[in-house]
């Protein structure tokens, strides 16, 4: 998978409030499927397709242990997202401080 391919699954997984709620939940600690549906107010099989899409976006990682299935975070869950971000304001600030450069050789304004 390309990174953009990997940075657009990112914020496709996190730009639902069901799933956000999932990894703030899951920030504190494993959760089984049960666990992780018990607050939300959705069916178990939406709950269940919201947990693929924070999978496939590489947010959380399942295990399944006889009939329960157990989410947890991804260690690295949001690195690459961080990393995208950072570049942009890396790239932002250099703009603005191209800018500043420019403004400050323009000759000053005399009152009239």
Do not use: C
Not at 21 to 48: C, H
């Amino acid at each position: 998978m390309t990174e953009p391919d990997n940075i657009d699954r990112l914020f496709l997984a996190m730009a639902d409030p069901y799933r956000r709620s999932f990894i703030e939940r899951l920030s504190k600690g494993p959760a089984s499927v049960k666990e992780l549906a018990a607050p939300a107010d959705v069916q178990l099989p939406a709950v269940l397709k919201h947990l693929r899409v924070l999978e496939e976006g590489g947010i959380v990682v399942s295990e399944k242990v006889g009939r329960v299935r157990t989410y947890r975070m991804h260690k690295e869950a949001f690195s690459a997202m961080s990393d995208w971000i950072e570049q942009r304001q890396r790239e932002m600030n250099a703009a603005f401080d191209r800018l500043a450069d420019l403004m400050a050789e323009l000759p000053e304004e005399k009152d009239h």
